[in-house]
């Protein structure tokens, strides 16, 4: 049998419907150099226990899934030199006892198999420029039950494109406390948003009511970089088309391009860019523990 290993404090929450955030480990394995990528992952996790929120960080050891891995099991996936999974690639690694750090799309999957309703990422994939890769996230939010909390999309995609894909895949799109799309770390989009909340509770009605109707998927909560870490549009520009051409001279493709082109563009930002990948990723984790805090008053209230 493969089974879900759930953390005792995760168990622990699932049983008195404590509030729960998940947390990806590609972030971890392949989105941040180390340290960073442990110093953030500590971080993250951190800013739940703060807000009384328990932190479910996901990942496959040696075929193993693990909701809510301890620092020893973070450290020994690194060794294990992890692959980066979606959705599609689970059954693969568990079968074959591999180690495996799960992007959204697997994270989403994950964290709804162990019943989470709140995962917060960086942001999240979508259509890359010029082809027709387009990224799992996107199929997977089309039908996952969950709350998604992101800075938009991430700046190296076709934003217009992946905003369509969205609508076509029935994903309702929230911005909050703003009406225009966010790009990751550059701040907004000139891309306009439907519809806007201004506070966590109203996410959790909308989720809540969504999950009574019988309506599939995700809801994605836009949640702009905080102005004072954004980087100017026409800064980034700069730096991804550099990252793009080597990417094309050295014949770089599918899930290893997002990886090559964030850590290329941080190299040539001389790490600006990093400094405010951790700034948005904090802020996500920030306004997700308040959402997951809404969701579980709403639901006892009943």
């Known amino acids: 049998m493969h089974e879900l290993k759930i953390s005792p404090k995760v168990k622990d929450a ?74 599609r690639e689970i059954p693969y690694v568990v079968a074959l006892k591999k180690s495996a750090a799960t992007t959204v799309s697997a994270t989403m999957r994950i964290a709804k198999m162990a019943g989470i309703d709140v995962f917060a990422t960086g942001g999240i994939g979508g259509v890359h420029v010029g082809d027709w890769d387009v990224s799992q996230d996107i199929t997977e939010m089309s039908k996952t039950d969950m709350i998604v909390v992101s800075a938009g999309c991430k700046s190296i995609l076709d934003v217009k494109k992946t905003i369509e894909f969205m609508e076509t895949f029935q994903i309702l799109v929230l911005g909050y406390r703003t009406d225009k799309f966010p790009i990751f770390y550059e701040g907004l989009s000139s891309y306009k948003l439907d519809h806007v909340v201004e506070k966590p509770e109203e996410i959790a009605k909308i989720y809540l009511a969504k999950t009574e109707l019988g309506i599939e998927g995700t809801i994605l909560v836009a949640n702009p970089i905080p102005e004072e870490h954004a980087i100017s549009e026409s800064e980034v520009e700069v730096y991804i088309k550099q990252a793009l051409k080597e990417c094309e001279e ?44 809404e969701i579980t008053t709403l639901k006892l209230q009943g």
């Open 14 to 87: 699932l049983e008195k419907r404590k509030p729960i955030v998940a947390l990806e480990s590609t972030v971890i394995a392949h989105g941040l150099p180390y340290p960073h990528n442990i110093e953030t992952a500590k971080a993250l996790e951190q800013i739940c226990t703060e807000n009384s929120v328990v932190p479910a960080t996901i990942g496959v050891l040696k075929g193993e899934i693990i909701v809510g891995m301890t620092e020893e099991e973070i450290s020994h996936m690194l060794e294990d030199d992890p692959l980066k999974i979606g959705t």
């Open 250 to 293: 050295k014949g770089i493709t599918g899930k290893q391009v997002t990886p090559y082109l964030l850590s290329r563009v941080a190299q040539l930002s001389n790490y600006k860019t990093l400094r405010a990948n951790i700034e948005l990723l904090k802020n996500n984790v920030r306004l997700a523990c308040q959402i997951a805090k």
